[in-house]
């Protein structure tokens, strides 16, 4: 049961991203890049700067 829903997932997913990559006139493999490659690291990266800014805003606040 479970592998099954796994594989569903994925056969769905695989499926998004190479209907995205035919509208936007590029390959699956390119889409893989663009999205796992450089854009996830530069949002995660990103988020967590973003995360250490707020913690170190609300330990300045919690001292004054």
């Known amino acids: ?7 569903f997932v994925f056969d769905w997913c695989v499926g998004f991203l190479v ?3 035919n509208a936007w006139g590029i390959t699956y ?5 663009w999205l ?6 530069l949002v995660t990266g990103a988020l967590a700067l973003a995360c ?11 001292e004054a």
């Not at 796992?36 to 690291?41: A, Y």
């Open 1 to 7: 049961m479970y592998d099954q829903l796994m594989q």
């Open 19 to 21: 209907w995205w990559a």
């Open 29 to 33: 493999e390119e889409l893989n890049v």
């Open 36 to 41: 796992f490659v450089i854009v996830h690291p």
């Open 52 to 62: 250490l800014a707020l913690w170190r805003q609300r330990a300045t606040d919690a």
